[in-house]
């Protein structure tokens, strides 16, 4: 997902002291007016950033400026060598809903507008331990656990995942949101319900399985076949987020319409999945959305983007396909005084 959110002025002239000295450790970014603003630099008392131990700047630093309830973007001096820093979203279990969907989806942005060649790592955390030296030092031992494969470890472990896929029946193709390192399949079922979508068919309901990260075609959902806005709705989850396409079949104004509609729902309820599963509905509604008009062959009319599926309406929909449009007056010319 791509928020269309970009970097202020104010935020690539500070970036740019940060690159050229080494007097701040980092600096604090959030979201605002619809663009991406800095909050403040991590400046140590004395000294330059890079003469005191990371672990000890981001205790000192960093630790009282992350709050429970705000989401915040950290960019940190982390190495001695190019590229130096690392980019780490901070995006609170506690935040506000919209403020997480909007922290998720816009943190692939700030990199690229800002030059992923200066950031060497991107990390996302839900918690404020995770960016404390403890969590660091965890994500360190973590990382170097997973020593590099050489060329045929990787095709060995490419041939038993083919035969797990093999076995469990489903096949599958993998699909990137662009320049991320975040990686899902997309199951031939759910492909080929989107290209039924073309010849009869006049919905598809795709999901996340939280088990096998895979996008699948939610079957139960997909099975119905509405006849019109309101019956749709019923048919969408209203516990968990949901990626729904549909031919809406209808009359209008004398004409007869059947434009394909896209709705991703986002429901806050509280059995809704653990957050991280949540947020990989926004980060991969843009690849879902590039393999339905890519691969599928598919042409969307009207995207919509809602919290609870109650929120979409019939005459919400119409109103997006066949706007009013206000007659244009002709010129009065105004009278003369004393008339």
């Not at 450790?25 to 403040?40: K, Y």
């Not at 205790?59 to 982390?78: C, G």
């Not at 041939?159 to 093999?166: C, D, P, T, Y």
């Amino acid at each position: 997902m791509q928020s269309g959110i970009s970097a202020s002025k104010e935020l690539a002239s500070q970036f740019n002291t940060l690159l050229e000295s080494d007097r701040h450790f980092g600096l604090l970014i959030t979201i605002a007016g619809e663009a991406l603003v800095p909050v403040d630099f991590l400046t140590p008392s004395s000294g330059s950033a890079t003469e005191a131990d990371f672990f000890q700047n981001v205790d000192t630093l960093l630790a009282d400026r992350l709050k429970e309830k705000e989401a915040l973007y950290v960019l940190l001096r982390r190495y001695d060598s190019s590229p130096h820093f690392i980019a780490a979203s901070y995006v609170p279990d506690a935040a506000p809903v919209r403020q997480k969907m909007l922290f998720a989806s816009t943190r692939l942005a700030l990199v690229r507008e800002l030059g992923s060649e200066h950031f060497r790592e991107t990390l996302f955390a839900t918690a404020a331990d995770e960016l404390s030296s403890s969590g660091f030092k965890r994500h360190d031992a973590h990382n170097a656990l997973d020593a590099p494969l050489t060329e045929e470890e990787r095709a060995l472990g490419e041939v038993k995942r083919a035969e797990q896929e093999a076995g469990r029946g489903t096949a599958s193709r993998r699909v990137q949101p662009g320049g991320s390192q975040f990686k899902m399949p997309l199951s031939e079922g759910a492909l080929a319900a989107l290209k039924d979508l073309g010849s009869g068919k006049n919905l598809a309901i795709l999901k996340i399985n939280a088990e096998t990260e895979t996008v699948e075609l939610d079957e139960a959902a997909s099975a119905a076949s509405p006849s019109s806005i309101a019956e749709l709705v019923s048919t969408i989850s209203a516990t968990e987020p949901r990626f729904t396409f549909y031919r809406f079949v209808h009359a209008y104004g004398g004409g007869h319409f059947d434009p394909l509609l896209f709705f991703y729902t986002c429901p806050v309820t509280a059995g809704s999945k653990a957050i991280k599963f949540r947020m990989m509905y926004p980060l991969m509604k843009r690849a879902v959305l590039d393999v339905a008009t890519g691969d599928a062959g598919l042409t969307l009319e009207k995207k919509f983007e809602v919290e609870e599926p109650t929120e979409i309406t019939e005459d919400s929909v119409l109103g997006e396909l066949h706007p009013k449009v206000e007659p244009r007056k002709g010129f009065s010319r105004p009278r003369r005084p004393g008339r």
